[in-house]
């Protein structure tokens, strides 16, 4: 399939992608991200691809500002050519609205490979989305405050929670059939009535939810670190301060792609430098739409690439 011509902005940021490690065998992943929908992308987006090994670390990735162009947009990454990969991919809207594609499974192989036309849908919160390998398919399912989201091929679900004699079971209220039973690392799901192979959980909570110490923001170190936390839930919720103030809404979270939604602050008055400390951790998280952990196990947030939040775990 012959895809658009990447307008000037595109094919001078694919320069942000991850620099792949010395491998000796690569091979170039190409497509383009589309949705159906006769809505036109608004000035601001940005286009997001990602792909990531079986433990959805990112060997390559790319943030792309759409500069006014629309879908279908082409993207390429260089990957490994020997490694089963995950190809992640979307749009992020100015209002912080998310498009996603569906998880794709790449298998190993030597040649070029283009995927075609990949469709973007709406994405609801999800919180945490855990990625689930389920022999051939791949879905993600996310615990949020009203139960669970399920999200495949054949549609969302929204899930409540069930009684289970271990684990955490969610079922759909109007469709019993339809079900996750959620047991440590492996998953068992059923749609409609149709029981899935058992499913490996291929993402762990445990990198990334739990209670941080903010270290520096735009690369300036915080004034009061003693003070400036970042916490996440399992359940999807996010709450940040900086010592006066408590910051608190709701993420989601995608591969390394990373949103926050409905933040809300308390209102006491602090000191003027703190407060304007303040102010700049509200630009940072509405801008941020990544993570990753670096090589010393502290957590670094992104936007377009570039590290806006570094944060330490927070000792025992």
């Known amino acids: 399939m012959t895809h658009p011509l990447l307008p000037p902005a595109l094919t001078a940021a694919l320069s942000l992608a991850l620099a792949l490690p010395a491998l000796a065998d690569t091979r170039t992943l190409a497509g383009a991200i589309t949705y159906f ?18 433990e959805e670390r990112a060997l390559a990735a790319l943030r792309v500002p759409t500069d006014g162009a629309q879908v279908p947009l082409a993207f390429a990454l260089e990957v490994p050519a020997d490694q089963l990969l995950t190809l992640r991919a979307g749009l992020r809207w100015p209002d912080g609205a ?3 594609t569906l998880p794709q499974g790449v298998v190993p192989g030597e040649d070029d490979l283009d995927l075609g036309e990949i469709r973007a849908r709406h ?3 999800m919180g945490f989305a855990s990625l689930l390998r389920c022999g051939d398919s791949l879905l993600e399912f996310g615990i949020i405050p009203e139960g669970a989201r399920l999200r495949g ?8 929670a069930a009684p289970a004699a271990s684990g955490a079971r969610f079922e759909d209220p109007q469709d019993a059939d339809t079900w996750v039973w959620s047991r440590g690392e492996s998953a068992l799901v059923s749609i409609a009535g149709e029981e899935l192979p058992e499913c490996s959980l291929l993402s762990s909570q445990a990198d990334l939810v739990q209670l941080w110490d903010i270290r520096t923001l735009n690369g300036a170190p915080v004034s009061a670190p003693e003070d400036a936390t970042i916490g996440f839930t399992p359940d999807g919720r996010v709450s940040a301060g900086l ?13 390394g792609m990373l949103d926050f939604r409905q933040m809300a602050s308390t209102l006491m008055a ?13 630009e940072v998280l509405a801008s941020v739409d990544g ?26």
């Open 153 to 160: 091929s054949d549609g969302v679900w929204l899930l409540e």
């Open 37 to 54: 929908e006769r809505i036109a992308l608004p000035e601001g987006s940005l286009l997001m691809v990602e792909a990531l090994d079986e």
């Open 291 to 316: 993570y990753r952990l670096d090589d010393a196990g502290a957590l670094v947030l992104t936007a377009r690439g570039a590290p806006v939040l570094e944060a330490a775990k927070v000792a025992d």
């Open 270 to 282: 602090c000191p003027d430098d703190l407060a304007a400390e303040e102010r700049k951790l509200v």
């Open 243 to 255: 010592g006066c103030n408590r910051m608190i809404g709701s993420y989601t979270r995608h591969g």
């Open 123 to 125: 994405s609801d919160p």
């Open 98 to 100: 998310l498009w996603l």
